[in-house]
C-alpha cells in the first residue's frame, strides 16, 4: 500500500493520518525516512515546519511477514513434493 501527499506549511504543523500506526508503515518526506509519532488515539501524525513537502506513507513487509511468507512456500513445496511420492 501506498499514500502519498503533497503538502504546503505556512506555520510549523503537526499532520495527522487517518491510519492507525503499526511498524510496517514507512513514512517518507521529500523522499528521506521520516520518524512516525503516534497520536493519542493510536493513528499516524507526523510535524512539519514551513516549507513544501511530497509525503509518501508506505506499507513495507517486516521481518515477520517475511518469516511467515518463507515458512508458507517451503511447506507448500513440502506438500506438493509429499503428495508426488504418494503416486
Not at 39 to 62: C, E, H, N
Request: glycine content about 6%; some cysteine; aromatic content about 14%.
Amino acid at each position: 500500500y501506498e499514500r502519498q501527499f503533497k503538502i504546503t506549511a505556512e506555520s510549523n504543523a503537526r499532520i495527522n493520518i487517518r491510519t492507525y500506526n503499526y511498524p510496517a508503515w514507512h513514512l517518507y518526506v521529500n523522499d528521506q525516512e521520516y520518524p512516525i509519532e503516534q497520536a493519542k488515539d493510536g493513528t499516524i501524525s507526523f510535524t512539519l515546519t514551513p516549507g513544501i513537502y511530497k509525503v509518501m506513507l508506505r506499507y513495507q513487509w517486516t521481518p515477520a511477514f517475511k518469516a511467515g511468507m518463507v515458512l508458507s512456500l517451503l511447506s507448500i513445496g513440502a506438500c506438493i513434493g509429499l503428495g508426488k511420492f504418494q503416486e
